[in-house]
């Protein structure tokens, strides 16, 4: 349905599900909930915005401070084109090796890149970020996204919202993987408040050494504080391999070229719909893609089987 918008923030949520009709078993129904729709292409575009407004709805941010955060690239677009909309100057502070396509992103719109050591990985930019507010306190605002309330509500109020509106009188199962852990969180919050039984399942990488970027492996990392392991009814692992080959599966099988965050979702979520049809269950399983898979192109792709 068209519509006419006064500001790219109000193009923000009511993304699609799609069906998964040739990666996922017949009887059991999977459906992707395409979070590339967002303005910024990823489902950070949704506790970027809230943790913005709410801030400046309540003082914390003002037109005259810097918000500044660690970022491994999809909450920095988010910010910079919100901070752009929202007349709001943006410094994100990244591992120096994140993809040379996000970093041109981020500052198309205007936003300073602050390089942390790539060998830290996103924990040592949150250490890096911490230094530079905690040296110039009146100058930043620091919305900390894995601490930060706005991030889960994002998704209480919207994701969970959405799905439910889109499927809510069938789904049976939702999978998310954990970042900040903000997707899966607020969204399971919210059909946990449904009136029939939805299992909610949280993807996390099976290694500490792991190639499905804007996934954490929270026993070897700094855990979120917005984390709350009574969340979700279960956690899985998955393996890079998997999450690639998932990736690469819905581009030649769907037509959807999705980043291996969204390939090891789905790579679960298709793993809970054989189980059901091994079963001789009927089911239907929300799984979140959460960007696009041009943000992952070359350098990555060769090092596939051999870096990670
Ligand atoms: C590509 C991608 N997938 C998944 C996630 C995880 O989402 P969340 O932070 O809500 O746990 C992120 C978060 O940065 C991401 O960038």
Redesign the pocket.
């Known amino acids: 349905m068209s519509r006419r918008i006064e500001s790219v923030v109000d193009a923000v949520g009511n993304t699609p599900l799609l069906r998964l009709r040739n990666v996922a078993p017949p009887g059991v129904e999977v459906y992707a909930k395409l979070e590339f729709a967002n303005p910024g292409g ?3 575009d949704r ?1 970027a915005l809230r943790m913005m407004r709410d801030a400046l709805a309540d003082g914390r941010l003002t037109k005259d401070k810097i918000l500044i955060d660690s ?5 920095g677009v988010a910010y910079s084109i919100f901070g752009a909309a929202l007349g709001v100057r943006v410094h994100l502070v990244m591992p120096s090796n994140v993809s040379k396509a996000r970093k041109d992103i981020a500052e198309a719109f205007g936003t300073e890149i602050i390089y942390s050591d790539p060998l830290e990985g996103s924990d040592g930019a949150i250490r890096l970020v911490r230094e530079i507010v905690e040296r110039e306190k009146e100058r930043y605002f620091y919305p900390d ?1 894995y601490a930060n309330a706005s ?1 889960p509500l994002a ?1 209480y109020h919207g994701t969970g919202r959405e799905i439910l509106e889109a499927v809510g009188d069938r789904i049976t199962h939702f999978v ?11 969204t399971t919050r919210r059909l946990k408040e449904h009136t029939r039984p939805i299992r909610c399942i949280a993807v996390e990488p099976d290694d500490a050494l792991h190639g ?5 492996h929270l026993p070897s990392s700094i855990v ?1 504080p917005i984390f709350d392991a009574k969340v979700p009814d279960e956690t899985r692992p998955c393996s890079t391999e998997a999450g690639w080959d998932m990736s690469d599966r819905l581009a030649r099988e769907e037509g959807l070229h999705v ?4 390939g090891a ?1 789905v790579h679960v979520a298709v793993q809970v719909a054989e189980e059901l049809a091994a079963q001789g269950k009927t089911g239907c399983v929300v799984a ?1 893609v ?2 696009r898979g041009d ?1 992952y192109f070359a350098p990555l792709k060769w090092e596939k089987r051999y870096i990670w």
């Open positions: 990823s489902v950070k506790p970022t491994s690239g999809n909450t996204q991030n998704h998310a993987g954990l970042g900040t852990t903000g997707t899966m969180m607020g499905l970027e804007g996934l954490k979120p980043g291996h965050s969204s979702n979140i959460a960007d943000r």
